[in-house]
């Protein structure tokens, strides 16, 4: 099983604060997405990269795919109570229907 | 309104008592998925279905089956229900991109089961 690790795991920050969530794997893909999910709903996907070093932006959050196509982050600028939830990595191969993911990084933004 | 829904949201049974958890999507999706989610491991695939009749396993299919017979369904059947199996599960439905599964589009609101 190719793995998706993402860090850090928990992270807890006060309103207004940059932070940044990392997705790594030592396996190539060909499109790896993010989604967020709030506690009783099913995640929610945000936002889908498909080229090496592709970055793409919503808001404040900014998503970069890593040139190899390894790796992903996301940064998310100011943040705000309303970012708090699961974020949520996820990666595609480039055949048939399996999508790995990442085990989440749980964010509490603090007012 | 496109949706992807589940039914039951909240079950608990006993080991060993057949049970099925339904799932539906309206969007005419080819692609539907199971999932699993545990604290700390994540969202794990269960089962995927590419299309009609066209089921595969994904990385946790052990003790559960599936079955693709319309393309609107994918229900998750448990023959044999055992307490690892406690968890919650989610279905998920996406537009295939050139025969590819690149994304999840839906998700469902979740189901979640205990096994006494």
């Known amino acids: 099983t190719q793995l998706l690790e993402q860090s850090p795991q928990f992270l807890s920050i006060q309103e207004g604060e940059n932070l940044t969530v990392y997705c790594n794997s030592s396996s190539v893909f060909s499109s790896l997405q993010w989604y967020r999910q709030e506690p009783g709903e099913g995640p929610v996907l945000l936002v889908t990269?498909?080229?090496?070093?592709e970055v793409k932006k919503l808001k404040r959050l900014t998503f970069q795919f890593g040139d190899a196509r390894k790796d992903s982050s996301l940064h998310i600028t100011a943040a705000q109570p309303g970012d708090t939830g699961l974020y949520l990595c996820a990666g595609a191969k480039n055949q048939g229907g399996k999508l790995i993911f990442g085990q989440g990084t749980e964010l509490s933004v603090k007012p | 309104e496109a949706q992807v829904t589940q039914n039951p949201r909240y079950l608990i049974t006993v080991t060993g008592k057949k049970l099925t958890v339904t799932c539906s999507q309206n969007m005419n999706h080819e692609y539907m998925s199971w999932y699993r989610q545990d604290p700390g491991l994540g969202l794990r695939q269960i089962y995927y279905s590419m299309n009609v009749e066209v089921t595969d396993k994904g990385d946790v299919p052990e003790g559960y089956k599936v079955s693709r017979k319309e393309k609107r369904n994918f229900p998750l059947i448990l023959e044999s229900p055992s307490p690892n199996q406690t968890s919650l599960y989610f279905c998920?439905?996406?537009?295939?991109?050139?025969?590819?599964?690149?994304?999840?589009?839906?998700f469902g609101a979740g189901t979640r089961l205990s096994v006494l």
């Open positions: 990269v498909v080229t090496g070093g």
């Open positions: 998920a439905s996406s537009q295939l991109d050139r025969g590819v599964a690149k994304n999840i589009q839906y």
